[in-house]
């Protein structure tokens, strides 16, 4: 099984950037479709952005043009560039990963990480 730990969030101001990074250990990363979801409090878990085993990716509309994912499968890796920030874009982001079918038929399971806090204020 794969584990997750993600980084990077903190305190912006609208227009700023930030990049949050997964990192990924236990298991072969290249296995696994990776994506990013947000909450805010009170909220139910939406996605944002993901990218397959692959590489193909998937943007949630509110993010397109302003959010790129990447994976560096070489570090085990999961990237959130998010550029051009805005206040609705302030949650806790979750990196979560979904292993694909070969896996799931040997019994793994899909994994979130323990999640960042984005704030974007003024």
């Known amino acids: 099984q794969v584990q997750l730990v993600e980084s990077g969030g903190g305190l912006v101001q609208p227009g700023g950037s930030l990049r949050l990074s997964c990192e990924a250990s236990?298991?072969?990363?290249?296995?696994?479709?990776m994506g990013w979801y947000r909450q805010d409090p009170g909220k139910q878990r939406e996605l944002v952005a993901q990218?397959?085993?692959?590489?193909?990716?998937n943007y949630a509309d509110s993010v397109k043009g302003r959010f790129t994912i990447s994976r560096d499968n070489a570090e085990n890796t999961l990237y959130l560039q998010m550029n051009s920030l805005k206040p609705e874009d302030t949650a806790v982001y979750y990196c979560?990963?979904?292993?694909?079918?070969?896996?799931?038929?040997?019994?793994?399971?899909?994994?979130w990480g323990q999640g960042t806090l984005v704030t974007v204020s003024s």
């Open positions: 236990g298991s072969i990363f290249t296995t696994y479709n």
């Open positions: 990218i397959t085993s692959g590489g193909s990716t």
């Open positions: 979560n990963a979904k292993p694909i079918k070969v896996l799931i038929a040997l019994g793994y399971r899909e994994v």
